[in-house]
Nanobody, 123 residues
Framework: QVQLAESGGGLVQAGGSLRLSCAAS????????MGWYRQAPGKQRELVAT???????NYADSVKGRFTISRDNAKNTAYLQMNSLKPEDTADYYC?????????????????WGEGTLVTVSS
């Protein structure tokens, strides 16, 4: 199995910044797309940003110009730099990674999720 360890969440005032990290570990052969999703209380989980192995990115309209996703392939780690935070950004943020793994007998691909990290933005 693969583990995604998230860190960087916290409580900030509107206009502040946070940087989230997501480090993948386990029997990893390669990682394809990585991404960040978020879920506010009583709301559906929504896409925030994705990034390919080569660095191509996509963002939700609500975060364009404020958030930046990046990755370090050598460290199997993705980041989400969040600037100009707004109260409506308050949510649990989840890392997702499309991973190819090797068990010692079999190769397979699977999407893995982190446990989530809470971001709270006060007005």
């Amino acid at each position: 199995q693969v583990q995604l360890a998230e860190s960087g969440g916290g409580l900030v005032q509107a206009g502040g910044s946070l940087r989230l990290s997501c480090a993948a570990s386990g029997s990893i052969v390669s990682i394809n797309d990585m991404g960040w999703y978020r879920q506010a209380p009583g709301k559906q989980r929504e896409l925030v940003a994705t990034i390919t192995t080569t660095g191509r990115t996509n963002y939700a309209d609500s975060v364009k110009g404020r958030f930046t996703i990046s990755r370090d392939n050598a460290k199997n780690t993705a980041y989400l730099q969040m600037n100009s935070l707004k109260p409506e950004d308050t949510a649990d943020y989840y890392c997702n990674a499309d991973v190819r793994v090797y068990t010692g007998a079999l190769y397979y691909g699977r999407k893995y999720w982190g446990e989530g990290t809470l971001v709270t933005v006060s007005s």
